[in-house]
């Protein structure tokens, strides 16, 4: 079945990093479209960013800059490194592998960044 599992979440004060880490597996890691999306409480689920099949990548404006992501496509994995962070970047950050019409998700990890 498919998995997808997260780690390095934590908390870091402001203008520190982390880096996100997702190992994916049941599935070809090849074909899906991967991604970074976060949620905090009360709001929906939002994309942060997206690596497309064909290596291409999207990232919304909040977090341009700050943020890259990266796919390991022998390592069936993919990394989110998070620079120079803010306290509105606080958040549950959930892993997505979106194919065959579907999206599948890790369980996530949280995020805090706080003086």
């Known amino acids: 079945q498919v998995q997808l599992v997260e780690s390095g979440g934590g908390f870091v004060q402001p203008g520190g990093s982390l880096r996100l880490s997702c190992a994916a597996s049941g599935f070809t890691f090849t074909t899906a479209t991967m991604a970074w999306y976060r949620q905090v409480p009360g709001k929906h689920r939002e994309p942060v960013t997206i690596a497309n099949t064909d290596g291409t990548t999207n990232v919304d404006i909040s977090v341009k800059g700050r943020f890259t992501i990266s796919r390991d496509n022998a390592m069936n994995t993919v990394i989110l490194q998070m620079n120079n962070l803010k306290p509105e970047d606080t958040a549950v950050y959930y892993c997505?592998?979106?194919?065959?019409?579907?999206?599948?998700w890790g369980q996530g990890t949280q995020v805090t960044v706080s003086s």
């Open positions: 997505c592998a979106y194919f065959r019409r579907a999206y599948y």
